[in-house]
């Protein structure tokens, strides 16, 4: 069975960075067009982007976190981490890892979440 989980702290501070780690199961972060894909939603807003890694370690970022996101892979351990710097009250939101494939449009297989808050 597929499955992707989240992980990551629930609670961090205005100006640090947040870091969320996906581990997948039943799947490899490698496998051709498996697209790691990483999606937020705040309280009472709707999904966004944040951006995506493929298994060739590439990756794309929403232009409007761009300056603010990278993302990491460790493929010993088939999980893709997260990061966002220099996060305000704004970035509070559930954070979904996702799996996509053929492309990074269509994720098939979706973590339950992770809620970040950010305050102090």
């Known amino acids: 069975q597929v499955q992707v989980l989240e992980s990551g702290p629930g609670l961090v501070k205005p100006s640090q960075t947040v870091t969320l780690t996906c581990t997948h199961s039943?799947?490899?972060?490698?496998?051709?067009?498996?697209?790691t894909t990483w999606i937020r939603q705040a309280p009472g807003k709707g999904l966004e982007w944040i951006g995506y890694?493929?298994?060739?370690?590439?990756?794309w970022y929403s232009p409007s976190l761009k300056n603010r996101t990278s993302m990491s892979r460790d493929t010993a351990k088939n999980q893709v981490t997260l990061h966002l710097s220099s996060v305000t009250p704004e970035d509070t939101a559930v954070y979904y890892c996702a799996r996509a494939r053929p492309s990074w449009t269509y994720p098939d297989v979706w973590g339950q979440g992770t809620l970040v808050t950010v305050s102090l």
């Open positions: 890694m493929d298994y060739d370690g590439d990756t």
């Open positions: 039943g799947t490899s972060i490698t496998d051709v067009y498996v697209y």
